[in-house]
């Protein structure tokens, strides 16, 4: 589920039934798309849903007023963490074990500071 400027937007083929269980799960932020995947024991599987990455940002969303009810002061910039929440309000939980950021090397494409001419 995505959330743009108050406006829930469901992605039903990013549904997937997994076991119950250790899972791992990974997102992959490339320019401005958004990959998600999962491991659930037996190798990385992508979810069929690219979402874009741009909102998540402050020049994106300003003080939207009141939304479906709800106000929506605007966005104060993105964070990495990890969330759950059980939509289905099954009374389900997640524990997590660890977490792990890994920044991938910056764009072959892009100068370096010590590329500069002075």
């Known amino acids: ?5 108050g406006l829930r937007t469901a992605h ?17 932020l490339s320019g401005p798309t958004l990959r998600f995947s999962y491991d ?7 979810v069929p849903v690219e979402l ?18 709800r106000d929506h002061p605007g966005f104060t910039g993105a ?4 969330w759950v929440m ?3 309000a099954d009374g389900f939980h997640a524990d997590f074990d660890h977490a792990r950021y ?12 010590d590329d500069a001419s002075a």
């Open 52 to 69: 874009d990455a741009t909102i998540l940002s402050d020049e994106h969303v300003a003080h939207t007023g009141v939304v479906a009810g």
């Open 86 to 88: 059980d939509m289905a």
């Open 12 to 28: 039903p083929a990013a549904t997937v039934e997994v076991p119950a269980g250790p899972l791992g799960l990974r997102v992959d």
């Open 79 to 82: 964070f990495v963490g990890m």
């Open 102 to 113: 890994e920044a991938m090397p910056a764009f072959s494409g892009s100068p370096s500071p």
């Open 40 to 46: 659930a024991g037996e190798g990385w599987r992508g």
């Open 1 to 5: 589920m995505t959330e743009d400027n």
